[in-house]
């Protein structure tokens, strides 16, 4: 089965840019995720959706960063305006069930 | 707050070894137990998991132990190869949220 794809793979911006982030999930998965890993930690959860409704968002700073999922497939993460601390990898994950979770291989913001 | 500590930070063998990582968690409401490895610049691809009805999972090389009262969980693996060279990410979430709070990782460097 294919995988979870992500674009941009990269991405380098100006701070107060904005920038979004592209993830399509594995085909029939109805949980989707999106977290940030910072170099040298581990991915922490922004924002967990269960088809288009949204699950989780306590740890998205809502100021700069929003997300949506039209139509329950496809998700879009943007961040508006970008800081210098926001330079990571963002990493869309998907589930069938909310447990086991696939990888996407992730876009890598780079903030200037 | 839910947290994951993970230790050690690093780990270092020979060839052959076996390794050890272990993660203890905070949330006793925790029942679902996954390790991830991540090669570089690559995306996290799941190794292992273990459910907290169990105490120990096996699968080849790789063997997850759970202990509930202390709440903890450790992976071993054996006949380390470099190939096993990584960062390995320990996580936890309950089961009807899916939300995945990682340990802060493990970089695995198997010597030749």
């Known amino acids: 089965e294919a995988g979870v794809a992500q674009s941009p793979r990269y991405k380098i911006i100006e701070k107060r840019q904005s920038v979004a982030f592209w993830c399509n999930p594995i085909?029939?998965?109805?949980?989707l995720y999106w977290y940030q890993q910072i170099l040298g930690q581990g991915p922490k959860l922004l924002i967990q959706?269960?088809?288009?409704?949204?699950?989780?968002d306590s740890q998205l700073p809502k100021d700069r960063f929003s997300a949506e999922r039209l139509k329950g497939v496809d998700s879009t993460l943007k961040i508006q305006p970008a800081k210098l601390e926001d330079s990571a990898v963002y990493l869309c994950?998907?589930?069938?069930?909310?447990?086991?979770?696939?990888f996407g291989p992730g876009t890598r913001l780079l903030v200037l | 707050g839910e947290n994951v500590e993970q230790h050690p930070s690093t780990l270092s063998v020979q060839e052959g070894d076996s390794a050890v990582i272990k993660c203890t968690y905070s949330d006793s409401a925790s029942n679902y137990f996954p390790w991830y490895k991540q090669e570089l610049g690559k995306r996290p691809q799941l190794i292992i998991d273990i459910r907290s009805n169990v105490g120990e999972k096996k699968d080849q090389r790789i063997a997850v132990t759970l202990n509930k009262t202390a709440k903890h969980f450790s992976l071993h693996i054996t006949e380390t190869q470099p190939e096993d060279s990584a960062v390995y990410f320990c996580a936890a979430s309950k089961s009807n949220t899916g939300k995945l709070i990682f340990g802060q990782g493990t970089t695995l460097q198997v010597k030749p």
């Open positions: 994950a998907s589930s069938s069930f909310a447990e086991t979770q696939y």
């Open positions: 959706f269960q088809n288009n409704g949204v699950v989780d």
């Open positions: 085909s029939g998965h109805a949980t």
